[in-house]
């Protein structure tokens, strides 16, 4: 049996894959991962997939998600999306303020996933 983890948040792994857009990793297992992220004022994710399925859960402001599949979805604090694993999409803060969520992925994806990914776009 496997024995319980803490992670406390101000001393968790993170990163800032772009300027202001931070990323905190509070579980990093095989079965799921979770990162609590800060996304800035009118910041969108680049469309990207994954193969991990992902429930993204809005903490604070206003995140849009946009895919091919079914266009853009405002989501507003308190607000959970499942996207399932593959499919393309992006995540925009169309507000003036920083938003707050979690995101969970099944099965558990590197933490370094932005920081590989941004890398590789600029080689």
Same mark, same amino acid.
């Given at each position: 049996?496997? +024995?319980? !983890?803490?992670?406390?948040?101000? +001393? +968790?792994?993170?990163?800032? #894959?772009?300027?202001?857009? !931070?990323?905190?990793?509070?579980?990093?297992? #095989? /079965?799921?991962?979770? /990162?609590?992220?800060? !996304? #800035?004022?009118?910041h969108a994710s680049p469309v990207h997939h994954h193969e991990n399925l992902q429930i993204l859960v809005v903490l604070k402001g206003?995140?849009?998600?946009?895919?091919? +599949?079914d266009g853009e979805r405002t989501l507003n604090e308190g607000d959970c999306a499942f996207l399932p694993g593959g499919e393309p999409h992006s995540v925009i803060n169309p507000s003036n303020e920083p938003a707050v969520g979690l995101d969970i992925f099944v099965p558990g994806r590197p933490f370094d996933f932005w920081l590989d990914r941004i890398g590789n776009q600029a080689a």
């Open positions: 049996m496997q +024995a319980m !983890k803490i992670v406390r948040f101000e +001393a +968790a792994e993170s990163c800032e #894959p772009e300027k202001g857009w !931070k990323r905190i990793r509070l579980c990093g297992e #095989p /079965e799921i991962s979770i /990162e609590h992220f800060v !996304k #800035p004022a009118r206003t995140l849009v998600i946009k895919t091919d +599949a």
